[in-house]
């Protein structure tokens, strides 16, 4: 879970947008992207990650260090999205 980081991605052009920052190897995400989430161990490997009252948009759940730059992907992760109430 430590290797878990939930960020907000940006919509543009059609494709969701994230900020590694200038270098794709050491990533430094803005402030703005990064939302906390508390985790509880419930069995051996098995999380329940809560996320709190973030704001409607879409998200990652970024594996940190999963990306392979020569192989030409950044990161895996889990993405959602949270709609406004109505909606």
Request: net charge negative; no cysteine; aromatic share 10%.
């Amino acid at each position: 879970i430590e290797d878990i980081v939930l960020l907000q991605v940006t919509k543009g052009d059609g494709r969701r947008l994230l900020d590694f920052g200038p270098k794709l190897d050491k990533p430094v995400f803005p402030p703005d992207a990064i939302h906390p989430f508390d985790s509880k161990l419930l069995a051996e490997s098995l999380y329940r990650l809560n996320v709190g009252a973030v704001p409607p948009g879409e998200y990652i759940f970024l594996i940190l260090g999963s990306g392979d730059e020569k192989k030409g992907f950044l990161g895996k992760g889990y993405d959602f999205g949270i709609v406004p109430p109505g909606k």
